[in-house]
């Protein structure tokens, strides 16, 4: 059996926690004398895995799933439509709660696209780099997204470490053209984690104008101050946030825009993450959506009249995308839905994994109304 199969067994047969999968793979690499080249060949055989997890037989050893879900992949890859229903490749209880269309199950049994958000130059330097396809951003948006086909480590490049490009999937840079901030404004990304979304606010921007970046763990708030100064991102203020009140009394109706991308279930990244298929619950789904709509509460207080609220989260179940819009619009009459900004004027979008070849992503935008307007 070749090492990589091996190394890949033995992370598998050593799994403590599949929910941190991520983590425990990132510390299983770390500490392998492997190269880099089989290093990806574990991490890609690893998830190969977790994708066709259900079509291996239970009695066979980790080493002899791990060989058979490569053989599955190779063969789909070559031949999808010879694979017939692909139901299997996602929980039972998702099918109800989450509806995943074939073409986008088919997409989530492949290896995910890899996107950046670079400059034309830069792209150009980079080489191997395909332009997202003409009408995914909302009109009018200069959409600076790169799907990259070539085997280099970004994070190594020179264009990186200048903070010339970021690795952020396609949904993810949609979102900061949902928010559309104008030079000078002040923006709140309330849950920020490691800043993705934060640094291209403030780049949309052009340095000018205020974005509050927040989150609770203080962590992902270091990673975010490190991404920010390599980015020379200088009109970011970094807090934290425990969704309970504002991270500062000043922001009260003070905020032209205030960005929600709420923690949620994840099922928008099964195709990146498909260990997280087997983890997450229907008790998960329901408690995000108790936690999403409170945090839309406490985050609008933020607004000002006139202001816009967005709402995001990669994941596609009923409960946390139009469940939650739904309700927090009921409760909220003092707002009303503002166009996302593509063609049709819609307020809410639903975006499938297969749609643009990215992540699942649901959005809603509604703008705060003018007393006596």
Known sequence: ??????????????????????????????????????????????????????????????????????????????????????????????????????????????????????????????????????????????????????????????AFKNGELEIQDLASQLVGHVCAPQPGETWWDACAGEGGKTLHLASMMAGRGVVWGTDRSARRLLRLRQRAARAQAFNVRIAPWSGEGLPDPSLRERCDGVLLDAPCSGLGTWQRHPHARWTVTPDDVRELAAIQRRLLDTASLAVKPGGRLIYSVCTVTHAETTAVADAWEKAHRDWERSPLGWPGGEARRLLWPHDLDCNGMFFAAWQKKVSGA
């Not at 190969?48 to 890859?77: I, K, T």
């Open 1 to 158: 059996m070749p090492v990589s199969l091996r190394a890949a067994a033995e992370f598998i047969e050593g799994l403590e926690d599949a929910r941190r999968a991520d983590e425990e793979l990132a510390h299983f690499l770390r500490g392998s004398s492997l190269d880099p080249f089989k290093k990806r060949e574990v991490s890609r055989a690893v998830l190969a895995w977790f994708r066709w997890h259900r079509w291996m037989s239970p009695q066979d050893g980790a080493g002899r799933q791990v060989a058979a879900a490569l053989e599955l992949h190779n063969r789909f890859s070559m031949h999808p439509a010879g694979f017939g229903s692909l139901a299997r490749a996602v929980p039972e209880w998702s099918r109800s709660e989450a509806p995943f269309p074939a073409a986008s199950l088919t997409r989530l049994q492949r290896e995910p696209t890899l996107w950046v958000r670079a400059s034309l130059e830069t792209a150009r330097q980079l080489g191997d780099c395909e332009h997202a396809p003409r009408g995914a951003a909302p009109a009018g948006a200069r959409l600076d997204a790169w799907a990259y086909r070539g085997r280099d480590d970004l994070f190594q490049t020179s």
